[in-house]
Nanobody
Framework: QVHLVESGGGLVQAGGSLRLSCAAS?????MGWFRQAPGKEREFVVA????????YYADSVKGRFTISRDNAKNAVYLQMNSLKPEDTAVYYC???????????????????WGQGTQVTVSS
């Protein structure tokens, strides 16, 4: 059993920044962030392999968001800059079933999820 707890969400104006954190009970796998806006399906945001060497970003966040991880702390971070109103969503941290990035944009490749943290970007 792996427990994931996200934190760092909140309300920010467009153009602002937030840093999300995900604390895991243990982490020897690739990790990902997904988000779900009201009335929309959950969508992939970014994934990072266990070594932190390979990263995949969704085109919608590339150049604005940065994922990182600290395996000594079993933590994954998502730095979000230049936020837009369309970034408003509940953000979820998830543990992949793989150590590497295999089909990492697909939600069914993740077996444990956090409870989510709300990010609201006002215009």
């Amino acid at each position: 059993q792996v427990h994931l707890v996200e934190s760092g969400g909140g309300l920010v104006q467009a153009g602002g920044s937030l840093r999300l954190s995900c604390a895991a009970s243990y982490s020897v796998y690739a990790m990902g962030w997904f988000r779900q806006a009201p009335g929309k399906e959950r969508e992939f945001v970014v994934a990072i392999d266990y070594e932190g060497e390979k990263i995949y970003y969704a085109d919608s966040v590339k150049g604005r968001f940065t994922i990182s991880r600290d395996n000594a702390k079993n933590a994954v971070y998502l730095q979000m800059n230049s936020l837009k109103p369309e970034d408003t969503a509940v953000y979820y941290c998830a543990k992949s079933i793989y150590r590497t990035l295999i089909n990492s944009k697909t939600a069914d490749r993740y077996d444990y999820w956090g409870q989510g943290t709300q990010v609201t970007v006002s215009s």
